[in-house]
């Protein structure tokens, strides 16, 4: 029996519930009808892939192969997940499986899971440092004893301390005495940064946007704000400190919690509870305030005033998405309210599906729907064939499925003070999406700038997005379709991706070799998506086309040059294509179908797109974002505040003199996504040398290749970005 390595790249992809690891190649399609020897899997992913390049050929059909043919069923597999320093070990199962309905990664092996959420630590430092492979796929053999006797030891299972859940209530009490005093709540506040030895974690209060245009400390806040402080993603040993100088702060006895199992966390980035002080409404401060005692006299007697008193006090503050506003209620009464974050949401509606049928759980609920979920739920934890006792046990539940089985979330990890906030990495599929989840998604860009920009996609009925590298242009286009569909990752939307070799044929329509060795004439995706915006024309249909000027745009498109245009979209403006089949109609392009491209024009090696597409589509610039945004959401994610503010300011310097350059200019500046990590800082890894190792590896060949003809001018870019 041999042992595997195997790492996912994909967030959305969870090895757990599938029961199975899975790759990518898809354009492979089923690996299963190519002759097993390595030679074969070459000559198909020359045929099928040829942007893969000559140079990259050997390594991926090597992975490939191993992972239909030598991967044996009983091998062991372990699949790292780097967000929370842990692994999940367990057995191939079955034989190679194709699963063309799979979004991404449709090649499958099945895999029994023995261990999951096992913390890395638990394996020798060279045994740690074997799994740390960059490759997907890859042998294990330093590791392979010590994974054989994890495998064969029982999984411990703690039990989870919920003794915050007295602790919460009381800070809440204590809060709401200076509901007529905010300013000196905003004095214990900043006394408690000083007293928790953790200033540095309350700088994100301290950057409002002031009325006056200037930044500045918060001068207003709210009782869930304050919770906020300590329940965002932040270390546990943080947390603790800071909810005990709480309590020093408000004198509350104790004991203080020192564990916050089934405590959902906010995103770093989306961390308050009212917006800046410059966009403030007169009575946002004073509704959440109301909220908080409306839930704690409910929660003290639940009655027909208590109810419409919460009903009332929740829909004015409900602005936009809702899920974290039960989150704050949550805090602050946990015995009597359930938070329907994402985490929450998604474990109810996978495990308790005909009670999630009954509930709300969409990202945006009124206060009716609040009151009815808790009190069904309450309902449902009463009856005895429910398997909690409290809505901290099915909170806890909820987060221990997603992050590590049956362990418990509170579990100590070597890091620094921050750490990711777990519900801060995906929404769930199919909910509710507009421009507020894509800036709670982590988009640096203000909403007031994204507002626009699906105004456009409206209008105009195809859109643009061009930027320099790094931009997050892919990342954006994706989003914003989702927000025009409403509907998180809406299987509406379709994204491709341009590349030189692809044709009219590819894109639109061509002749196709056959099954009896004859030629078909078969649609390509763009006709697929008309078919089905055509078929429901009450939704809007988004095709997302990656780096749409990679390949001839203005052959690719053809005809549809005229047909996509916004006012060419009627059967009177209909042609024919240049394909036709017998008795066809002349075609046009439904209203409802709508385009968003990426273009990367740094890149000297792509099309250049000529006027008649420019006409069609409305064009958006992207631009580098190393503001406040992007600083809280890198420190989110570990790395240290102060440094990530000094490293912002050297890119803006560096991206001033690209601007500048008259042999460049703006479009060849150094985007946010270089320096914008997707997982957390690993331990043992500084900032410093994270921000080196991507200067170095990233950056570097981007300078040089920027400046090869005045290598001086990258160098000394380089060397001011690294500080020396």
């Not at 959305?12 to 299963?32: K, N, Q, T």
Request: glycine content about 6%; some cysteine.
């Amino acid at each position: 029996m041999a042992t595997w390595g195997i790492h996912n790249n994909m967030p959305a992809i969870d090895p757990r519930a599938d029961g199975a690891v899975r790759i990518g190649w898809d354009e492979m399609g089923d690996l299963s009808s190519i002759a097993p020897s390595r030679d074969a899997f070459k000559a198909s992913l020359t045929s099928r892939m040829p942007e893969i390049g000559d140079e990259r050929i050997p390594s991926s059909a090597g992975t490939l192969y191993r992972f239909v043919h030598t991967m044996q069923v009983g091998d062991i597999v372990v699949c790292p997940h780097r967000a929370t320093n842990t692994l999940d070990i367990g057995r191939v199962s079955g034989p190679y499986e194709f699963h063309p309905e799979s979004r991404a990664h449709k090649h499958w092996r099945p895999v029994t899971w023995a261990r999951i959420g096992v913390p890395r630590n638990e394996l020798s430092e060279a045994a740690q440092n074997e799994i740390s492979s960059a490759t997907t796929l890859f042998s294990v053999k330093t590791a392979e004893d010590e994974l054989e006797h994890l495998l064969a030891t029982v999984q411990p299972v703690a039990e989870p301390d919920y003794s915050w859940a007295d602790f919460f209530p009381r800070l809440a009490d204590a809060l709401l005495t200076y509901q007529g005093d905010h300013a000196a709540l905003l004095d214990r506040v900043w006394a408690v940064a000083r007293t928790s030895a953790r200033p540095q974690l309350f700088k994100y209060l301290q950057s409002d946007r002031l009325t006056d245009g200037t930044r500045g400390p918060m001068r207003d806040i709210d009782p869930f704000t304050v919770f906020g402080s300590f329940n965002r993603g932040i270390k546990q040993e943080a947390r603790a400190l800071i909810a005990e100088a709480y309590g020093d702060a408000l004198d509350l006895p104790g004991p203080f919690p020192g564990s916050f199992a089934g405590v959902p966390v906010l995103n770093n980035l989306n961390s308050w509870f009212i917006s800046w002080e410059v966009e403030r409404g007169d009575r946002d401060v004073a509704a959440l305030w109301e909220l908080a005692r409306a839930a704690v006299a409910y929660a003290a007697e639940a009655n027909e005033e208590t109810r419409e008193g919460l009903v009332t006090a929740f829909d004015a503050c409900a602005h936009g998405g809702t899920r974290k506003l039960t989150m704050g209620i949550y805090w602050i009464r946990p015995r009597t309210f359930a938070a329907y974050d994402s985490t929450n949401t998604r474990f109810l509606k996978r495990q308790f599906p005909a009670l999630a049928a009954k509930l709300s759980l969409d990202a945006t609920i009124d206060g009716e729907q609040f009151l009815a979920n808790t009190e069904a739920l309450k309902a449902w934890l009463a009856d005895g064939n429910s398997p909690y006792d409290s809505f901290p046990e099915l909170s806890q539940a909820a987060y221990s499925d997603l992050t590590a089985g049956k362990v418990p979330l509170d579990v100590e990890t070597p890091a620094t003070d921050i750490e990711p906030a777990v519900d801060a990495v995906v929404g769930v599929p199919g909910e509710t999406y507009d421009v507020s989840s894509i800036r709670d998604d982590g988009c640096f860009i203000p909403a007031a700038e994204l507002e626009p920009m699906l105004e456009r996609l409206r209008s105009r009925k195809n859109i643009i997005l061009q930027g320099p590298p790094g931009t997050g242009k892919t990342w954006l286009g994706r989003r914003l379709a989702w927000a025009l569909c409403n509907e998180r990752a809406s299987n509406r939307v379709h994204v491709l991706q341009f590349h030189p070799s692809l044709t009219y044929e590819d894109f639109v329509r061509g002749w196709r070799p056959s099954s009896n060795s004859g030629l078909l004439l078969a649609d390509g995706p763009f006709l697929d998506m008309c078919a089905r915006a055509r078929k429901d024309p009450e939704h809007p249909y988004v095709l997302v086309i990656e780096e749409v000027n990679r390949g001839n745009p203005a052959q690719v498109f053809g005809e549809l040059l005229t047909l996509i245009e916004a006012d060419k979209r009627t059967p009177e403006q209909a042609m024919s294509l240049a394909y036709p089949r017998p008795d066809e109609e002349p075609f046009f392009v439904p209203k409802n179908l709508f385009i968003i491209g990426t273009m990367n024009v740094a890149d000297r090696s792509l099309a250049i797109v000529d006027m008649a597409l420019r006409r069609r589509f409305a064009f958006i610039e992207l631009r580098p974002l190393f503001g406040d945004d992007w600083v809280e959401h890198v420190s989110g994610l570990g790395y240290d505040r102060e440094p990530l503010e000094k490293y912002g300011e050297r890119l803006d310097v560096l991206n001033s003199a690209i601007t500048k350059d008259a042999a460049l200019g703006r479009q060849y500046c150094v985007g946010h996504s270089y320096f914008t990590p997707t997982t957390a800082l690993e331990s043992g890894l500084g900032t410093d040398e994270w921000w080196r190792r991507v200067v170095d590896t990233d950056v570097r060949p981007l300078l040089e290749e920027y400046w090869f003809d005045r290598p001086e001018l990258a160098e000394g870019a380089l060397k001011k970005l690294l500080g020396s």
